[in-house]
T-cell receptor, first 116, second 117 residues
């Protein structure tokens, strides 16, 4: 079965650079979530999109932005990178958004971002 | 205040024994969902089991069951007949549904489970 695809899998950037992470949800899934997991930490919810509209917002820094495109893939744009942004970034997808009372979130393999 | 509390940072269990991982939660919502995820050392997040706040029966998925005690606000994960491959980090998570189904999950700090032969 198709899973959530994230690219790149690994990314190394310098401080103050920008980075773009991409997420391709499971086919027919219309909802995408982004999470950040620092070393030894639990995942923290950043932002979600349902049908290309921002749905919920968590602890996403102002330096980060995200969007969902017409094909439902999503991109997380990160600017002015800081050392503390080094983390594993997960994308998850689900079906139904507001319509489903369950909508299990299927996680991608993650993008490991290292900021030097 | 922590919305999800996992009080066991680490656990060592003998292979083939049953394991109970504790999770308590805090919410004022009437409608919410509770999830358990497994994260092996390779890093991926694997969905294990889900319990809805209105579900009257405890959820089960193969060797996994969720001991849901609503009045105590606890949602413990039970793994029967543990295997070496169960060694991983386990996260309890909650989705509060007051804002709609696309809400993000709130995770606990996790329990690092090690199965010993």
């Amino acid at each position: 079965a198709a899973g959530v695809i994230q690219s790149p899998r690994h990314l190394i950037k310098e401080k103050r650079e920008t980075a773009t992470l991409k997420c391709y949800p499971i086919p027919r899934h219309d909802t995408v979530y982004w999470y950040q997991q620092g070393p030894g930490q639990d995942p923290q919810f950043l932002i979600s999109f349902y049908e290309k509209m921002q749905s919920d917002k968590g602890s996403i820094p102002d330096r980060f932005s995200a969007q969902q495109f017409s094909d439902y893939h999503s991109e997380l744009n990160m600017s002015s990178l800081e050392l503390g942004d080094s983390a594993l970034y997960f994308c998850a997808s689900s079906l139904g958004g507001f319509l489903s009372s369950y909508n299990e979130q299927f996680f991608g393999p993650g993008t490991r971002l290292t900021v030097l | 205040a922590q919305k999800i509390t996992q009080t066991q940072p680490g656990m060592f269990v003998q292979e083939k024994e049953a394991v109970t991982l504790d999770c308590t939660y805090d919410t004022s919502d009437q409608s919410y969902g509770l999830f358990w995820y497994k994260q092996p050392s390779s890093g991926e997040m694997i969905f294990l089991i889900y319990q809805g706040s209105y579900d009257e029966q405890n959820a089960t998925e193969g060797r996994y069951s969720l001991n849901f005690q609503k009045a105590r606000k606890s949602a413990n994960l039970v793994i029967s007949a543990s295997q070496l491959g169960d060694s991983a980090m386990y996260f309890c998570a909650m989705r509060e549904e007051s804002g709609g189904g696309a809400d993000g999950l709130t995770f606990g700090k996790g329990t690092h489970l090690i199965i010993q032969p």
